[in-house]
């Protein structure tokens, strides 16, 4: 057994630390790759194939040249047609997109909280 100083023997009767953990699911396969974002109030994506998202979908913004605002960046969107759909954002105050880019669908967002304890 593992012995410790006093006042980290006190820190830890006095504390309860909670470990949170919020996870992800993102398709990374086949994702539709972005073709043209318009500089418009909301923003238009349009993709290279049909992205069949629907309204509500949320999707995660990756390796777009010029908006970089985008990236990483999660929005839900509104279908426009098979392969346009518009996010949230106003593209006016954006740099012109100059290229790439894809639009992950997340499928789903998890939370798992757990207390530790430590027993020394």
């Given at each position: 057994m593992k012995t410790t100083s006093a006042p980290l023997a006190r820190h830890i009767d006095q504390e309860t630390t909670t470990l949170v953990m919020c996870a992800k699911l993102?398709?990374?396969?086949?994702?539709?790759?972005?073709?043209?974002?318009?500089?418009?109030?909301?923003?238009?994506?349009?993709?290279?194939?049909?992205?069949?998202?629907?309204?509500?979908d949320t999707v995660q913004i990756f390796g777009v040249r010029g908006?970089?605002?985008?990236?990483?960046?999660?929005?839900?969107?509104?279908?426009?047609?098979?392969?346009?759909?518009?996010?949230?954002?106003?593209g006016t105050v954006l740099p012109v997109y100059e290229g790439k880019g894809e639009a992950r669908k997340v499928l789903a967002f998890t939370e798992f909280?757990?207390?530790?304890t430590l027993d020394f």
């Open positions: 993102i398709l990374t396969k086949y994702q539709p790759q972005i073709l043209r974002i318009t500089q418009s109030n909301p923003v238009l994506i349009e993709t290279v194939w049909a992205h069949g998202y629907v309204d509500g908006m970089t605002a985008l990236n990483r960046q999660f929005f839900t969107i509104l279908r426009v047609n098979d392969f346009l759909f518009q996010i949230d954002v106003d909280v757990r207390d530790l």
